[in-house]
């Protein structure tokens, strides 16, 4: 039972470079959810999908963009990397929202903009 | 929105001794809590959640937590710690305020790191 799976698990970017940071989920959740953690700082929401077909702008959504491609995949791209995007990148998902079921994290993508 | 404070950014106790790692959020209407693991190199885990049906919440690995109204707290405490518990703790809280109403509307704390001594 895989759960949340993120490709790739590492990544090193030089500042302007872009990529797209990939999540699959296999558990036929409805909402999906893109959190970077940054030591001391917790984890912060970037992006969330409630739905296949929607998406909305949490907390810190400016340098990225996503994409609902189906229920099962919610891909994160940089457009234009920077060192403050130097983070761990979790992509999560639940069966019908945070407020009422726990989130399934898949294990991090360490990126590094150099 | 509301706000989650976990005092204490690292915790080390000695195995077999109590743990106690805090949480203090903010709101005057008693919000949906929840408690995360995350050991090295891996994903969050749910420990446990408050949604009001107890006060005293029990979650996997032997841990539980105790929503607390008049102190606006939700500690999370083990009675006996195991090397296998260091990891690091998160506290979040729910808010329908936050971005989107009832979705994507976890706060999470800055977490609590706990290191066990043999």
């Known amino acids: 039972n895989a759960g949340v799976t993120q490709t790739p698990k590492f990544q090193v970017l030089k500042t302007g470079q872009s990529m797209t940071l990939q999540c699959a989920q296999d558990m036929n959740h409805n909402s999906m959810y893109w959190y970077r953690q940054d030591p001391g700082m917790g984890l912060r929401l970037i992006y969330y999908s409630a739905s296949e077909g929607t998406t909305d702008k949490g907390e810190v959504p400016n340098g990225y963009n996503v994409s609902r491609l189906n229920k099962r995949e919610f891909s994160l791209r940089l457009e234009s990397a920077a060192p403050s995007q130097t983070s761990v990148y979790f992509c999560?998902?639940?069966?019908?929202?945070?407020?009422?079921?726990?989130?399934?994290f898949g294990n991090g993508t360490r990126l590094t903009v150099t | 929105a509301q706000s989650v404070t976990q005092l204490g950014s690292h915790v080390s106790v000695s195995e077999g001794a109590l743990v106690l790692l805090r949480c203090n959020y903010s709101s005057s209407v008693p919000p949906y809590l929840f408690w995360y693991v995350q050991y090295p190199n891996q994903g969050l885990q749910l420990l446990l959640k408050y949604t009001s049906a107890a006060t005293l919440v029990k979650g996997i690995n032997g841990f539980e937590a105790e929503f607390k109204k008049s102190e606006t707290s939700f500690h999370l405490t083990k009675p006996s710690a195991h090397m296998s518990d260091a990891a690091e703790y998160f506290c979040?809280?729910?808010?329908?305020?936050?971005?989107?109403?009832?979705?994507?509307?976890?706060?999470f704390g800055k977490g609590t790191k706990l290191s066990v001594k043999p």
């Open positions: 999560a998902s639940s069966a019908i929202g945070s407020y009422n079921s726990p989130l399934h």
């Open positions: 979040a809280v729910s808010d329908p305020s936050y971005y989107g109403g009832s979705q994507g509307n976890l706060i």
